[in-house]
């Protein structure tokens, strides 16, 4: 079993790397060079609701999690080395769907 703050460490560095990360590519790149002009951030479509983004967000995130788990992290999976296929094929699906509405984040803190 995990401890209960095991969750909120994760939690509290995977946002922690988020905005590690946003600061690299903003000391990077100039946003005005920048082609998206938001350094790849994920910006909802014209078009669509603030409720229907998330819901896809979270439906895809759904997803790969549950394809994560029952192949990779489940034990009484059958995959072996061919989860990487089920978990590439997961967040190919994903990025299909996503990326028009709202650059496909599949990642919470992503979008943070």
């Known amino acids: 079993p995990v401890a209960w703050y095991q969750g909120v460490l994760n939690v509290f560095f995977q946002i922690l790397g988020s905005l590690f990360g946003a600061l690299i590519l903003a ?6 060079s920048d082609m998206t002009t938001n350094l790849g951030s ?5 078009g669509y609701t603030d409720g229907q983004t998330i819901l896809g967000e979270v439906v895809m995130t759904f997803l790969l999690c549950m394809t994560v788990f ?8 059958n995959c ?3 989860s990487c296929i089920a978990i ?6 994903a990025h299909l769907l996503l990326l028009p509405i709202d650059g496909c984040s599949i990642n919470p803190t992503r979008s943070f």
């Open 27 to 32: 000391g990077i790149f100039d946003c005005d």
């Open 42 to 46: 994920n910006v909802i479509a014209p």
């Open 70 to 77: 029952e192949t990779a992290v489940n034990l009484d999976s």
């Open 80 to 82: 072996g080395r061919n």
């Open 88 to 93: 590439g094929f997961s967040v190919f699906i």
